[in-house]
């Protein structure tokens, strides 16, 4: 009888596990997907479920924004569109016929999630919100974005809306590597030519390090987030989708992260020796390593080389941990032998 009920639980546990749909590489995250990936290498840091499709509610608006930062005079001043007044959801409640400059309408779609504030700054782009759209999903293609669709630029419920994980955080990158883009997210208060805005992604007030970017919500998306943060010279971007604890699961991934790994920096004037010829890298390089492995670097210099000049190529750099080979990156004479 003991043996059957030890069986019975075992049985039970076992359907339990596969019902809950464990989440990829982490099992103990609390969104249905999550990715966390360093900034300036685009290293995945941690994943779980990272190609699922899935609604992204406002996270929608990084790409809006970029887009509008990247096209647009953000001091240009314009009239507010019929079509952008009353729009459902979060709103900064633009008025029909308001002036209101463009950067005010990009600080009140990123600080405080104006749906009203993407309409407008859609239809000023595009002439209309369905052709902005286009551009949405034309930009997302060339960023490299292949799961991801847009049918708005706010976010609003939509079948043909959704993205990735893995996706929003390949937007999210392109667009932190914009400086002005990366200012206006990580703005706490805003005050502008014709409003002022408060910033309501709260990772900015409550971790340490965190300089973005925008959070969402949807009855169908759930709580979307993704946030940045910088520290000791690493940047994290971490986005978690349909994830009730949001901003505790973003902290606990990004501490995770910051444990985890370092962002190490070789500059071009490093100097190497290949056979007693100085040599160089021909640009600085990034990677990512884990902060409890040694790094390893090994030259291999290239035979039958003869009269070698500044800035031949003379060997070939190697760099490593115990377990695996990181990279490899050409070396160049600095000297003529």
């Known amino acids: 009888m003991a043996k059957k009920s030890v069986l019975i639980i075992c049985a039970a546990m076992l359907v339990m596990c596969m019902s809950m749909g464990l989440h990829g590489a982490n099992a103990e995250t609390s969104a249905t997907s999550s990715v966390a990936m360093e900034l300036s290498t685009g290293t995945v840091l941690e994943e779980s479920n990272p190609d699922k499709r899935l609604p992204m509610a406002s996270t929608t608006k990084i790409m ?95 079948d043909n809306h959704f993205t990735t994980a893995k996706d929003l955080c390949l937007i999210a990158r392109y667009a932190m590597k914009n400086p002005v883009f990366k200012e206006v997210v990580a703005t706490k208060n805003y005050k502008g030519q014709f409003r002022n805005f408060v910033n309501k992604n709260k990772m900015l007030y409550n971790y340490d390090g965190a300089n973005g970017i925008k959070t969402g919500y949807t009855v169908k998306a759930g709580r979307c987030l993704v946030s940045s943060a910088e520290r000791d010279g690493m940047d994290v971007i971490c986005v978690v989708l349909n994830c009730p604890d949001m901003y505790a699961e973003s902290g606990r991934i990004l501490d995770k ?26 640009k600085p390089i990034e990677f990512v390593a884990k902060t409890d492995e040694k790094i390893s670097y090994r030259v291999i210099p290239y035979s039958g080389l003869k009269n070698i000049k500044t800035g031949d190529l003379v060997a070939k750099l190697e760099i490593s941990t115990p377990n695996s080979l990181l990279l490899t990156e050409n070396l160049y004479s600095i000297i003529n032998s």
């Open 64 to 158: 809006t924004a970029i887009i509008i930062i990247e096209e647009n005079d953000l001091e240009e001043v314009i009239t507010v569109p019929d079509e952008a007044v009353g729009v459902e959801g979060s709103s900064i409640y633009l008025k029909k016929n308001e002036q209101i400059s463009v950067k005010d309408l990009l600080y009140g779609l990123m600080l405080r999630s104006g749906n009203d504030s993407a309409a407008a700054l859609a239809i000023h782009n595009s002439g209309s919100v369905e052709k902005f759209v286009e551009k949405m999903n034309t930009k997302a293609r060339e960023i490299g974005a292949e799961n991801t669709q847009f049918a708005n630029p706010s976010g609003l419920p939509d």
């Open 257 to 282: 992260c910051f444990k985890n790994f370092k962002l190490i920096k070789i500059g071009q004037n490093m100097a190497f020796m290949s056979d007693n010829v100085l040599c160089k890298l021909s």
